[in-house]
């Protein structure tokens, strides 16, 4: 099964800008899949944060943005805040495999 | 509002079974594509299966073919799993998920398996 490979760690002091980049993804453009993105706080269940590469479900805030630029997307929180440290996991399809691959994983740090 | 709620979890010896249940409201069962995603203690995600709307078509990731099986029942809006031939690295928390378009839309709060002697 195929994995995409994040950073383990990126930290930030509050109000900074960090970004998590998620790498891997399908380089061909007949097979590529959206990126989506999950934030989850210990002991929780995740929750998505962004899907089709860059749409924010109702209710998450501005401050989180995502991209997706051929093999590679990233995730991006601007005015790093507290409540942001968490685990974040990018998640794509693998259309060869018909299977649902995520990331490796990265945990936010508020300094 | 959407919510999941999965239950069925437990202590389980290796080579044992559990079956997995989901229980959902709040939208139309039947509409939608639903997955079991799994975290191992101290790791990352991990999909498990997914089961089309009514039941048809079933998908599972290479790790637990032949010994988990994927189904629901669209009359009790519930979503199984059933996990046989349990081995110690399928010790994990399992997650029922709403599919989007190739995303999971929503997660249920998680049942906890443990397989050890």
């Known amino acids: 099964q195929s994995v995409l490979t994040q950073p383990p760690s990126v930290s930030g002091a509050p109000g900074q800008r960090v970004t998590i980049s998620c790498t891997g993804l399908?380089?061909?453009?007949?097979?590529?899949?959206?990126v989506h993105w999950y934030k989850q706080l210990p002991g929780t269940a995740p929750k998505l944060l962004i899907y089709g590469n860059i749409n924010r479900p109702s209710g998450v805030p501005d401050r989180f943005s995502g991209s997706k630029s051929g093999t590679s997307a990233s995730l991006a929180i601007t005015g790093l805040q507290a409540e942001d440290e968490a685990d974040y996991y990018c998640q794509s399809y693998d259309g060869s495999l018909d299977n649902f691959v995520f990331g490796t994983g990265t945990k936010v740090t508020v300094l | 509002e959407v919510q999941l709620v999965e239950s069925g979890g437990g202590l389980v010896q290796p080579g044992g079974s559990l079956r997995l249940s989901c229980a959902a409201s709040?939208?139309?069962?039947?509409?939608?594509?639903m997955s079991w995603v799994r975290q191992g203690p101290g790791k990352g995600l991990e999909w498990v299966a997914k089961i089309k709307g009514d039941g048809r078509a079933k998908v599972y990731v290479d790790s637990v073919k032949g010994r988990f099986t994927i189904s629901r029942d669209n009359a009790q809006n519930s979503l199984f799993l059933q996990l046989n031939s349990l081995r110690v690295e399928d010790s994990a928390v399992y997650y029922c998920?709403?599919?989007?378009?190739?995303?999971?839309?929503?997660w249920g709060q998680g049942t906890q398996v443990t397989v050890s002697s």
């Open positions: 709040g939208f139309i069962f039947s509409d939608y594509w």
């Open positions: 399908r380089p061909n453009l007949e097979t590529s899949h959206d």
């Open positions: 998920a709403r599919e989007g378009y190739y995303y999971f839309e929503y």
